[in-house]
């Protein structure tokens, strides 16, 4: 079974900065993708940025050229660098894995952009 967890959520002021880690129960090679989501109060979960299972990375159009995915495999962790905060970055930020076709889940990280 695929654990996830993530951290670094909280209440930033417009134009600021977090990241977001996620914790993975298992070695990164053995998973084929990778990455954020986010679903915003009342709305659907949609991909932020994610690694491919060719290696590349997918950006959301409005998450270009301020977040940046990235990895550390020694220590399992994916994670999401946020800059330039905007209000409508708030939501609850997920981190996806797929192992062997399964898709895994974290609990959710909370992030709200608000002055």
């Known amino acids: 079974q695929v654990q996830l967890v993530e951290s670094g959520g909280g209440l930033v002021q417009p134009g600021g900065s977090l990241t977001l880690s996620c914790v993975a129960s298992g070695s990164l090679f053995s998973y084929s993708s990778m990455g954020w989501y986010r679903q915003p109060p009342g709305k659907e979960r949609d991909m932020v940025a994610i690694?491919?299972?060719?290696?590349?990375?997918n950006y959301a159009d409005s998450a270009k050229g301020r977040f940046t995915i990235s990895r550390d495999y020694p220590k399992n962790t994916v994670y999401l660098q946020m800059n330039s905060l905007k209000p409508e970055d708030t939501g609850v930020y997920y981190c996806r894995v797929v192992s062997r076709g399964n898709a895994y889940w974290g609990q959710g990280t909370q992030v709200t952009v608000s002055s």
């Open positions: 690694f491919t299972s060719f290696g590349n990375t």
